[in-house]
């Protein structure tokens, strides 16, 4: 039997659902939909971006938008900005970030919260006048599709542009795909750095080298079935198909329509591609490629270039880029500089101001990374130090401290109804206190912390050097939230996930055993050793007993339920509160 869901979604899902919220939004917005039906147009909105928000932010939706690669194109910026101080403002001002502001994402795009359904219309009008637009950025599709931010920019050994471009054109647009039996990400890389963490997505494009027929082919080695979330992580299988830049097209789609034509639709806590891959297995799916979906012969896979890589992969900083963050060469002379957005939340203004400089001191044009933050392109050598000095530049620096340029943060129970734990607040809070109270080596330049408000892990915590995930604990008596502690996550040559090293730490307890951890990090690592190197190098009751949870001075806020802490939700059990005793919750964005 069907899931549920497969139901809602049944008779109108993709395109035709843009018809839908256009009407309802002429039609008084919120309160024109009717009641019982909520559920059902809820879950097909979703495929046009649009997500209503949780249980207590009753007629208030996000929107997420959607730009392949991260790229997004002179003016783009700053119109989701403006967009963002008009009418992405909530009842009340959040504590720590106030009203009107902008989410950037771990897929190298942006979300919109506190927006009215009645202002839809003008929403799309103002960024799809500029190129913007939130098609399928949610729901049960094809995602936005993540590559290096500086493909065309930076060095490449085969160029990926060209099949973003198509996966973006010719495959996400086709709306007889819009109905997956889950949501699917693609990737494709070109760079050999890996800052696309093809390893994570359903299906990734990794550049890769093959003789054939006595020539020295250059292309890309295929990977599926990667993805985080539930405690069930994947690191993508190689499928052992080696692809022309040519013929990769016709092998992402062929995968997809697989996938589309197969894919349980019954359970939706396996039915993600990483799933469906293990359970038929690499031989089957490249069989049945070839015999249904691919009409050239697949070649075997070439040589790759993971022990290249370098993007959050662990290794010292003079291997290698392992962000996006500071000044770096393009191939074409010029400079981009990467900024620091701590847990990707930018005020509107600010992202109008950061429009501005890549308008007075680039081309215009900015990328988003995996890593939440924004590049600014096609700086002159003579322009560097100029930018550099922007009061703006002192907010968002091209140099952070190690603690600002490894962080990451999902949404939380701000806004998610499956989130255990208060997120963006909370960590930009941490950060600001290990800034003033840990001390690492000079050489430490970045110590990656990932926090997730759930076991869904859309904060990537699983791949963090210190990964949090929100849970729940009793402290006196009372029910509080907590975090999961665990270390030595990464990409890179050998993907690896964090081992957990404590379990249900109360949140004003966390911040002093990762000061412990780290510190014990400082005094026993080995010269030159990263944070990552040491943990492999350690035994795991070592570990265990360096990261003691203490309390310190650090004022944790929204202990007792955050969805209950400043926006005016419902006076009802929180979700957080129901869910203390299960071990995982379900993602279903």
């Given at each position: 039997?069907?899931h549920?869901?497969?139901?809602l979604?049944?008779?109108?899902?993709?395109?035709?659902?843009?018809?839908?919220?256009?009407?309802?939004?002429?039609?008084g917005?919120?309160?024109?939909i009717p009641?019982d039906?909520r559920?059902?147009w809820?879950?097909?909105?979703?495929?046009?971006?649009?997500?209503?928000?949780?249980?207590?932010?009753?007629s208030?939706?996000?929107?997420r938008l959607?730009?392949?690669?991260?790229?997004?194109?002179?003016?783009?910026?700053?119109v989701i900005?403006?967009?963002?101080?008009?009418?992405?403002?909530?009842?009340?001002?959040?504590p720590e970030?106030g009203?009107?502001?902008i989410?950037?994402?771990t897929r190298?795009?942006?979300?919109?919260h506190?927006?009215?359904?009645?202002?839809?219309?003008e929403?799309w009008e103002?960024?799809e006048?500029?190129?913007v637009?939130?098609?399928s950025?949610?729901?049960?599709?094809?995602?936005?599709?993540?590559?290096?931010?500086?493909?065309?920019?930076?060095?490449?050994?085969?160029?990926?542009?060209p099949?973003?471009?198509?996966?973006?054109?010719?495959?996400r647009?086709d709306?007889?795909?819009a109905n997956?039996?889950?949501?699917?990400?693609?990737?494709?890389s070109?760079?050999?750095?890996?800052?696309?963490?093809?390893s994570?997505?359903?299906?990734?494009f990794e550049?890769?080298t093959k003789?054939?027929?006595g020539?020295e082919?250059?292309?890309?080695?295929?990977?599926i079935g990667?993805?985080?979330?539930?405690?069930?992580?994947?690191?993508a299988?190689p499928?052992?198909?080696?692809?022309?830049?040519e013929?990769?097209y016709?092998?992402?789609?062929?995968?997809?329509e697989?996938?589309?034509?197969?894919?349980?639709?019954q359970?939706r806590?396996?039915?993600r591609?990483?799933?469906?891959?293990?359970?038929?297995?690499?031989?089957?799916?490249?069989?049945?490629?070839?015999d249904?979906?691919?009409?050239?012969e697949?070649?075997?896979?070439?040589?790759?270039?993971?022990?290249?890589?370098?993007?959050n992969?662990?290794?010292?900083?003079?291997?290698?880029q392992?962000?996006?963050v500071?000044?770096?060469?393009q191939?074409?002379?010029q400079?981009?500089?990467?900024?620091?957005?701590?847990?990707?939340r930018?005020?509107?203004?600010?992202?109008?101001?950061?429009?501005?400089?890549?308008?007075?001191y680039?081309?215009?044009?900015?990328?988003?990374?995996r890593?939440?933050?924004?590049?600014?392109?096609d700086?002159?050598?003579?322009?560097?130090e100029?930018?550099?000095?922007?009061?703006?530049?002192?907010?968002?620096?091209?140099?952070?401290?190690?603690?600002?340029?490894?962080?990451?943060a999902?949404?939380?129970?701000e806004?998610?109804?499956?989130?255990?734990t208060?997120?963006?607040?909370?960590m930009a809070?941490m950060l600001?206190w290990?800034n003033?109270?840990?001390e690492?080596?000079d050489d430490?330049?970045?110590?990656?912390?990932?926090y997730?408000?759930?076991?869904?892990?859309?904060?990537q915590?699983m791949t963090?050097?210190?990964?949090?995930?929100?849970m729940r604990?009793?402290k006196?008596?009372?029910?509080?939230?907590?975090?999961?502690?665990?270390v030595?996550?990464g990409?890179?040559?050998?993907?690896?996930?964090i081992?957990?090293?404590?379990?249900?730490v109360p949140?004003?307890?966390?911040?002093?055993?990762?000061?412990n951890?780290?510190?014990a990090?400082?005094?026993?690592?080995?010269?030159?050793?990263?944070?990552r190197?040491?943990?492999?190098?350690?035994?795991?009751?070592?570990?265990?007993?360096f990261?003691?949870?203490e309390?310190?001075?650090?004022?944790a806020?929204?202990?007792?339920?955050?969805?209950?802490s400043?926006y005016?939700?419902?006076?009802?059990?929180?979700a957080?509160?129901?869910?203390?005793?299960?071990s995982a919750?379900p993602s279903?964005?």
């Amino acid at each position: 039997m069907a899931h549920k869901k497969e139901e809602l979604k049944e008779g109108c899902y993709g395109d035709e659902v843009r018809e839908h919220i256009l009407e309802f939004a002429e039609n008084g917005g919120y309160e024109s939909i009717p009641e019982d039906e909520r559920e059902k147009w809820f879950t097909r909105f979703k495929f046009w971006g649009l997500f209503h928000q949780r249980d207590g932010q009753e007629s208030y939706f996000m929107m997420r938008l959607t730009n392949a690669s991260g790229i997004l194109e002179p003016d783009q910026l700053r119109v989701i900005g403006e967009v963002a101080r008009d009418y992405a403002t909530g009842p009340v001002e959040n504590p720590e970030f106030g009203n009107g502001w902008i989410d950037l994402t771990t897929r190298q795009s942006v979300q919109l919260h506190w927006l009215k359904l009645e202002d839809v219309p003008e929403i799309w009008e103002k960024l799809e006048s500029a190129g913007v637009h939130s098609r399928s950025a949610g729901g049960d599709t094809m995602r936005n599709i993540s590559g290096c931010p500086l493909h065309g920019k930076a060095e490449e050994f085969v160029e990926a542009g060209p099949l973003l471009e198509r996966f973006e054109e010719d495959l996400r647009k086709d709306d007889a795909l819009a109905n997956m039996p889950r949501k699917f990400n693609i990737s494709a890389s070109g760079c050999t750095v890996g800052c696309a963490q093809d390893s994570l997505n359903d299906i990734g494009f990794e550049p890769a080298t093959k003789e054939i027929d006595g020539e020295e082919v250059r292309g890309f080695n295929v990977c599926i079935g990667g993805g985080l979330g539930g405690r069930q992580p994947r690191a993508a299988t190689p499928l052992d198909v080696f692809v022309r830049p040519e013929n990769a097209y016709e092998v992402g789609r062929g995968f997809v329509e697989l996938y589309h034509d197969y894919g349980n639709r019954q359970n939706r806590s396996k039915n993600r591609a990483r799933f469906f891959a293990e359970d038929w297995g690499m031989e089957k799916i490249r069989e049945t490629l070839q015999d249904e979906y691919v009409e050239f012969e697949m070649h075997t896979a070439g040589e790759d270039f993971r022990e290249e890589y370098t993007y959050n992969a662990g290794r010292p900083v003079e291997d290698g880029q392992h962000d996006h963050v500071g000044v770096g060469d393009q191939k074409d002379g010029q400079n981009y500089v990467g900024l620091s957005v701590p847990v990707g939340r930018l005020p509107a203004e600010d992202a109008i101001g950061i429009a501005d400089l890549a308008d007075e001191y680039g081309s215009g044009e900015v990328r988003l990374t995996r890593r939440q933050n924004p590049v600014i392109v096609d700086v002159a050598d003579e322009d560097l130090e100029d930018l550099l000095a922007e009061p703006l530049l002192s907010e968002y620096p091209a140099e952070p401290s190690p603690f600002e340029r490894g962080a990451m943060a999902c949404t939380g129970t701000e806004f998610c109804s499956i989130a255990l734990t208060e997120t963006k607040g909370r960590m930009a809070r941490m950060l600001r206190w290990f800034n003033q109270n840990v001390e690492l080596p000079d050489d430490v330049g970045k110590i990656k912390m990932h926090y997730s408000g759930c076991t869904a892990d859309c904060g990537q915590a699983m791949t963090a050097d210190i990964g949090l995930q929100g849970m729940r604990a009793r402290k006196n008596g009372e029910m509080v939230e907590a975090f999961d502690i665990g270390v030595g996550g990464g990409v890179g040559e050998d993907p690896s996930f964090i081992d957990w090293v404590q379990q249900r730490v109360p949140a004003d307890e966390a911040p002093g055993a990762i000061r412990n951890l780290l510190e014990a990090y400082a005094a026993h690592r080995s010269d030159g050793q990263t944070f990552r190197e040491w943990v492999e190098a350690t035994a795991e009751e070592q570990l265990v007993e360096f990261c003691e949870p203490e309390e310190t001075d650090f004022e944790a806020p929204y202990m007792a339920d955050a969805k209950q802490s400043w926006y005016p939700f419902a006076e009802s059990e929180s979700a957080a509160a129901a869910a203390a005793d299960e071990s995982a919750a379900p993602s279903d964005d």
